[in-house]
């Protein structure tokens, strides 16, 4: 099985999009687009990402304990723009707030997640963490998906 038939088929499992954040130890805050979010356990509460090992981000992610995730809404297009970019300036322009835990989570989405980390494993060429959920939000709004490797959006 070829990578790129892998990526193809899996990118017809249409997902949503999410913004996985966390701060670092410097105090900044560190964001990454992430369409692998996928609820895993109700009790204890878990939910994982799957992070590229070439992620810039990985490091800071793997010595992080407390996470944001946040799912963004059909208008947000442009913000999944920015945190899949090479900027190390994503958050510049964005609205956010620092959540209970202080984790940063993104303004006007439509579901938040405050987690702290479960454990995490390297799998091949990525690391799939666990994240136990503390606490978590839902708002109005549309859903912004990814399906074959495209923005899209439910239809009306
Ligand atoms: C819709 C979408 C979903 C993505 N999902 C993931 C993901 O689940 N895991 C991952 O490692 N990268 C994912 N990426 C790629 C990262 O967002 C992107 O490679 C990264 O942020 C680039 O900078 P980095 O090297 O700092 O991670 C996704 C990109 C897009 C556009």
Redesign the pocket.
């Known amino acids: 099985m070829s990578c790129e038939g892998l990526r193809c088929a899996a990118s017809k499992f249409a997902t949503g ?1 999410a913004v996985l954040t966390t701060t670092g130890a410097d105090g900044a805050p560190h964001g ?5 979010f996928t609820s895993v356990s109700c009790d204890p509460p878990i939910v994982s ?4 090992l ?4 990985l490091a800071i992610l793997s010595a992080a304990s407390r996470f944001g995730l946040s799912v963004l809404s059909a208008d947000q297009r442009a913000i ?1 723009t920015r ?4 900027s190390d300036a994503r958050f510049d322009g964005i609205e956010w707030r620092p959540g209970p835990s202080g984790a940063p989570l993104i303004e006007n989405v439509i579901a938040t997640f405050e987690c702290r980390k479960h454990s995490e494993v390297t799998v091949g060429d ?1 690391v799939v963490i666990y994240l136990e959920v503390e606490s978590a939000e839902t708002f109005d709004g549309e859903p912004l998906l ?1 399906f074959a490797s495209r923005y899209t959006r439910l239809e009306p």
């Open positions: 999009v990454m687009t992430v369409n692998s990402v799957s992070i590229g070439r992620s810039s981000l999944s945190f899949a970019g090479t990525h990814y």
